[in-house]
């Protein structure tokens, strides 16, 4: 009943950008977190960074500094903007949502995940 599109990823030089950009759709009545996850090649699934409703964020720390998450409400959609990549950010990236449906229950989303590689 909610859908999510990614989009944003691919390959980029050590010390680029990126921005990945994460638009949910559907029977939606309230998104409480939106954030990004990711899993590289041989490396566990980890949170790379989640907003919530009211702005807050939190990072992971191999990302503080360099990726920011933001949101748009109106759209329901979560921005990763990501810059001085590195050869370790080569990843898998996920959107996930959570949120409330138009008859109230919760909801869990997963996109389908965008590849960025970062390499020379």
């Known amino acids: 009943q909610v859908q999510l599109v990614e989009s944003g990823g691919g390959l980029v030089q050590p010390g680029g950008s990126l921005r990945l950009s994460c638009a949910a759709s559907?029977?939606?009545?309230?998104?409480?977190?939106m954030g990004w996850y990711r899993q590289g090649p041989g490396e566990q699934h980890e949170l790379v960074a989640v907003?919530?409703?009211?702005?807050?964020?939190n990072y992971a720390d191999s990302v503080k500094g360099r990726f920011t998450i933001s949101r748009d409400n109106a759209k329901n959609t979560v921005y990763l903007q990501m810059n001085s990549l590195k050869p370790e950010d080569t990843a898998d990236y996920h959107c996930?949502?959570?949120?409330?449906?138009?008859?109230?229950?919760?909801?869990?989303?997963w996109g389908q995940g965008t590849q960025v590689i970062v390499s020379s």
């Open positions: 996930k949502v959570e949120g409330r449906l138009l008859n109230r229950a919760t909801f869990i989303s």
């Open positions: 559907g029977s939606i009545f309230s998104i409480d977190v």
């Open positions: 907003i919530r409703s009211g702005g807050s964020t």
